[in-house]
């Protein structure tokens, strides 16, 4: 099956600093990827989506200038936390598509 | 938007017994339902999926049924096992590799 690797799987940062969370697919290539957020002992909720080339589509809720995602190639998606706060502290985990959605196996941000 | 409601938000079933998950949804342009097995800190596992030109499809211990008109549909496990034991989250998509709008997940305790 194909594979989706995210980088790091856990960060711990200081209040107010940027986090970069990598999303790639290793063995195709996706136009799509999308970004979900997981608080604990909740479901996954959509965040945005990504397009190759393109700006992304965020959802309702969803602040924009605060999470900023970069989908430079077919591979790679990059999703930013900027000035990042405690309540930002959640499980983020990306999907590419290709003929179905597969996921990464998240990132762990734990924000002091 | 869509919605996705999932009941009940935890099941303790004793081994060997079924396990029985309900969804509905609101969107009749969702026409891709997938069923994802989350263990705690993992990415979530598709375990079946059903499209909604089919009423129902089972794989080994696992179904699912589809109704439609009622825009519900179920996940079925049969002869549960303590490996069964886990979150389980329905999801509902207009197309098998677009966005994906999860339940409320169920968590799921098979007993010995």
């Known amino acids: 099956g194909a594979v989706v690797s995210q980088h790091p799987s856990w960060v711990i940062c200081k209040s107010g600093t940027s986090v970069k969370i990598e999303c790639r697919s290793l063995d195709f290539q996706a136009t799509t990827m999308f970004w979900y957020r997981q608080f604990p002992k909740q479901s996954l909720m959509l965040m945005a989506t990504?397009?190759?080339?393109?700006?992304?589509?965020?959802e309702q809720g969803v602040e924009k200038d605060k999470f900023l995602i970069n989908h430079a190639s077919l591979t790679l998606s990059t999703l930013t936390v900027t000035s990042a706060h405690p309540e930002d502290s959640s499980f983020y985990i990306c999907?590419?598509?290709?003929?179905?959605?597969?996921f990464g196996p998240g990132t762990r941000l734990t924000v002091l | 938007g869509e919605n996705v409601e999932q009941h009940p938000s935890t099941l303790s079933v004793q081994e060997g017994d079924s396990a029985v998950i309900k969804c509905t949804y609101s969107?009749?342009?969702?026409?891709?339902f997938p069923w994802y097995k989350q263990e705690l800190g993992k990415r979530p596992q598709l375990i079946i999926d059903i499209r909604s030109n089919v009423g129902e499809k089972k794989d080994q211990r696992i179904a699912v049924t589809l109704n439609k008109t009622a825009k519900h549909f179920s996940l079925h496990i049969t002869e549960t096992q303590p490996e069964d034991s886990a979150v389980y989250f329905c999801?509902?998509?207009?197309?098998?590799?677009?966005?994906?709008?999860f339940g409320q997940g169920t968590e799921l305790s098979v007993k010995p």
């Open positions: 999801a509902a998509s207009d197309n098998q590799g677009g966005k994906l709008i």
């Open positions: 990504s397009n190759e080339g393109s700006k992304a589509t965020y």
């Open positions: 969107d009749s342009a969702s026409n891709y």
């Open positions: 999907s590419a598509r290709w003929d179905e959605q597969f």
